[in-house]
Structures are given as structure tokens and as C-alpha cells.
């Protein structure tokens, strides 16, 4: 049951182990050598005049379309998380760049490049690019609670209690930030259960229900009842 339940928090939060990747990160590291689009902020390296033109294009469109550089950059960014949710990594990539291109200022560009590192279990570059975020915005409750869930997913492949409650305590600021969050409420919830310590697991449990239940599953809910009793 909890590697059913593993698996459903990784395609829950943009790690894409539930999805079919068109990539592989080898592939994907070899193909960045010579494509920028794939690195991160473009990867600083310098682009030719062809590049440097196309990316105005690309502003003055986005700006006419959505007003702002701050809109145009959110739309991006929520665009590449619906192509990460297909399992088209390299286009998601794109689009946080291009993102960056619009608002480099803009902290959610880190929540992407954060998750396309996630999808490919990169857990040193996936928490790099999520605390470059956390410095723009350190009250950012999504970053926060998808870099809790790394060391969520991490504590279970070694039983490190430690980063457990490394991500209990990252999902409790998340919390603090916003409360009304089903994601964050339901992992706190199953961190909870795997800490043993019902009351809370109960907690968050029943707020995430009150919240729409959108993420429980139903063996999740029959192991915390079995396990705590209710």
C-alpha cells in the first residue's frame, strides 16, 4: 500500500513518476550541451542575434497578449506545468524559460525547474533551483511544500527519519502560509501517519477532506484506519 501511496504523492506534484516521459535524463543531459532550452535560465550562455531576436518576439507577443510581464510569466509557468503533467518534460522546460525570459524575477519559474529536475529524480539540482525560489520568496507555500516532498519521497527509499522531519517541518511553514492548501494538508497527513503520531495524521486528514479530498486515495484512507483506530 505505501508504495502505491508513494507513487501517487510523485505524480501529484509534478514528479512525474505516474507519467510517461518522452525523455530520459541521460538523453536530456546529452541534448543540453547543445541546447540551451534545457538548462535552467538558459544556462547564461550567450545567444546569437538570431536568438536574442526571436526572444523579443516572443516579449512583445506574450506583453500584447497578457499585458504584463508578470502575467505573461505566470501564464508560461502555468503552461509548462500542464505539459510536465503530459509528460513532455522538454516542452515544460521551454516554457520556464521563456518565463524567465518575461519576469526573471518571477520565483515560480524555480517551482519549475524544480519539478522537471523532480521528474527525473535529481534531488541535489531539484532543491538547488526550489532554494533559489525560496530566496525570492521565502513565503511561498507551492515551493515549499514540493521541496518537502522530495525529502518526503527520499526519507522512504532509506528510512532516514531525519529528512521525515525535515519535510514535516517545511509542510508546517507551508501550512502557516496557506492553510487552505489540499496538497500540503494531505501530505502532512500521511507524514504524520509514517511518524506514527495518529492525532495529527487525523488532523490534516480531515482538513484536506473538508477542503474537497481531492488527493486522498481510498488506501490511504483505510490504512490510517486501520493503523490509528477509527
Not at 17 to 46: C, M, T
Not at 137 to 161: C, E, H, M, R
Request: one cysteine or more; glycine letters at 6%.
Amino acid at each position: 500500500m505505501m508504495k502505491y501511496l508513494l507513487a501517487f504523492l510523485l505524480s501529484f506534484t509534478y514528479v512525474c513518476g505516474g507519467f510517461a516521459q518522452q525523455i530520459s535524463y541521460d538523453d536530456w543531459k546529452k541534448e543540453s550541451k547543445d541546447n540551451i532550452r534545457l538548462l535552467p535560465e538558459y544556462g547564461h550562455v550567450p545567444k546569437t542575434t538570431g536568438q536574442i531576436e526571436a526572444d523579443q518576439r516572443l516579449i512583445n507577443t506574450e506583453l500584447k497578449q497578457n499585458g504584463t510581464h508578470r502575467k505573461a510569466s505566470d501564464q508560461l509557468i502555468k503552461l509548462g506545468f500542464s505539459y510536465l503533467y503530459q509528460g513532455d518534460i522538454k516542452t515544460a522546460m521551454y516554457r520556464f524559460n521563456q518565463a524567465y525570459l518575461l519576469d526573471p524575477k518571477n520565483e515560480n519559474i524555480y517551482w519549475g525547474f524544480g519539478a522537471v529536475y523532480s521528474s527525473f529524480n535529481d534531488i541535489k539540482a531539484a532543491i538547488a533551483q526550489y532554494d533559489k525560489g525560496l530566496a525570492m520568496n521565502p513565503k511561498s507555500s507551492v515551493i515549499l511544500t514540493d521541496k518537502a516532498t522530495i525529502y518526503f519521497v527520499d526519507s522512504q527509499k532509506d528510512g532516514n527519519q531525519e529528512k521525515l522531519n525535515t519535510a514535516i517541518k517545511l509542510l508546517t511553514t507551508s501550512y502557516g502560509i496557506d492553510a487552505a492548501n489540499m496538497n500540503t494538508t494531505y501530505k502532512l497527513s500521511v507524514c504524520y501517519f509514517l511518524r506514527k503520531d495518529c492525532a495529527n495524521a487525523w488532523k490534516f486528514y480531515n482538513e484536506c477532506m473538508k477542503q474537497g479530498g481531492q488527493p486522498i486515495v481510498k488506501e490511504y484512507t483505510e490504512a490510517l484506519k486501520k493503523q490509528c483506530n477509527k
